[in-house]
C-alpha cells in the first residue's frame, strides 16, 4: 500500500512570512494524484491545493505553492506571507488512478502555528 | 458553507443505543465516503460507496452499519458503541473516475458514554 510520511508533527511561523511543510510518499505508480488538506479548529477538512504527477510543473494557488519533486518522491507545501487565518492542521494525500482509486492515503498531520 | 451536510452536529449517546449519522450532497458527487478521525490525528477511512455500492469496507466493526439509499445520500447506523468510539466523523464526496479532490462535511462530534 502507499505510504504518506509527513515529518514534521507541528511547525510555527511568524505571521507575513514563508513556511514550508514536508510530505514525501512511496509509490511504484508513474501516474498518480496529491493533495494539501487543511483542517481548522472549526474541523472541515478543505481542500488547499493539488498536483497531478504527469505535470511537470508545480502547482500553486495564490499564496499556495508546491514544490513537486518526482524523482524524490516529494510533494512540500509553502506558504507565503502567512496569515492567521492559515493556523491549522495540514494533511498531504495520495491517489493513485488505477489501483483502488477511491481511497485516498493521508499524512500524518503537521499543524501549523501562526505568530502574530 | 459546505456543500456537504452532516447531521447531527453533535451526538452523545449510550453503549447501548442506536443512532444515525447523515451526510448528504447535491453535487452530482458518486462517490461517498465515511471517515473516523481522532484529535490530532488524520482521518481514518471507514466505506466508500460508488454509484451507491459499497466499494470499501475496511475491516470496520459491525456495530457501524452504513447505507446509501440514493446518490446524494449516505447514512451510518450505529449500534452498541463502545468509547473508543468516541471521535469526529467525517462525511466526504467526490466525482469519480476523475483526478478530483474529495469535499468534506464539517463532521458529527461523537461521544459514547
Known amino acids: 500500500a502507499q505510504t504518506v510520511t509527513q515529518s514534521q508533527p507541528e511547525m510555527s511561523v511568524q505571521e507575513a512570512e514563508t513556511v514550508t511543510l514536508s510530505c514525501t510518499y512511496d509509490t511504484s505508480e508513474s501516474d498518480y494524484y496529491l493533495f494539501w488538506y487543511k483542517q481548522p479548529p472549526s474541523r472541515q477538512m478543505i481542500l488547499v491545493i493539488r498536483?497531478?504527477?504527469?505535470?511537470?510543473q508545480n502547482a500553486t494557488e495564490n499564496r499556495f505553492s508546491v514544490n513537486f519533486q518526482k524523482a524524490a518522491k516529494s510533494f512540500s507545501l509553502k506558504i507565503s506571507d502567512s496569515q492567521l487565518g492559515d493556523a491549522a492542521m495540514y494533511f498531504c494525500a495520495y491517489r493513485s488512478p488505477l489501483y483502488n482509486f477511491n481511497k485516498f492515503y493521508f499524512g500524518s498531520g503537521t499543524k501549523l502555528n501562526v505568530k502574530p | 458553507d459546505t456543500e456537504v451536510t452532516q447531521t447531527p452536529k453533535h451526538l452523545v449517546m449510550g453503549m447501548t443505543n442506536k443512532k444515525s449519522l447523515k451526510c448528504e450532497q447535491h453535487m452530482g458527487h458518486r462517490a461517498m465516503y465515511w471517515y473516523k478521525q481522532k484529535a490530532k490525528k488524520p482521518p481514518e477511512l471507514m466505506f466508500v460507496?460508488?454509484?451507491?455500492?459499497?466499494?470499501i469496507n475496511e475491516s470496520v466493526p459491525s456495530r457501524f452499519s452504513p447505507e446509501c439509499p440514493n446518490s446524494s445520500l449516505l447514512n451510518l447506523h450505529l449500534h452498541a458503541l463502545q468509547p473508543e468510539d468516541s471521535a469526529l466523523y467525517l462525511c466526504a464526496s467526490r466525482q469519480s473516475y476523475s483526478n478530483q479532490p474529495q469535499h468534506f462535511g464539517d463532521g458529527t462530534r461523537l461521544s459514547i458514554l
Open positions: 460507496y460508488s454509484y451507491e455500492k459499497l466499494s
Open positions: 498536483q497531478e504527477a504527469y505535470k511537470q
